[in-house]
């Protein structure tokens, strides 16, 4: 469709959006597989419904007098407001939300979503965060 006739989505339609893509990419492929796998899929689901995103994409960091070129990689930026860390872990650590957290305050997205894959139910390992 044309780039000037693509709807302006609202936080929290975006959000669902890609949360209902990760719910088909798991399942179709279950539990059980590589991160790098559910991040391709998703993120072939993501460029298929017109979504702009970026996989592996570097963030800079700048602090005071020193630029990190790499300071992390967004597993997946999308519409340049919403960071997608994906895992395939047994739960999440502790640290998982503080690190998406600051992944959303260094590239001033407001919006971030931990999702892990190697659940039963996705719903179970998805967590929205809001700055």
């Known amino acids: 469709f044309m780039e000037e006739n693509k709807k302006i989505l609202t936080d929290t339609e975006l959000t669902e959006l890609v ?5 088909k990419v798991h399942k179709e492929l279950g539990p059980g597989l590589l991160e790098s796998a559910y991040e391709a899929c998703l993120f072939y689901e993501l460029i298929n419904s017109g979504l702009k995103a970026e996989r592996q994409k570097p963030i800079p960091l700048r602090y005071y007098d020193v630029t990190v070129d790499v ?3 967004a597993d997946l930026y999308i519409e340049e407001r919403l960071i997608v860390e994906l895992k395939a872990v047994k739960a999440f650590s502790p640290i998982d939300p503080a690190q998406i957290l600051t992944h959303m305050r260094l590239t001033k997205c407001s919006l971030g979503l931990l999702i892990n894959f190697n659940v039963t139910l996705l719903k179970n390992g998805i967590k929205r965060f809001v700055l």
């Open 71 to 73: 300071a992390f990689r």
């Open 19 to 23: 949360i209902g893509m990760a719910i």
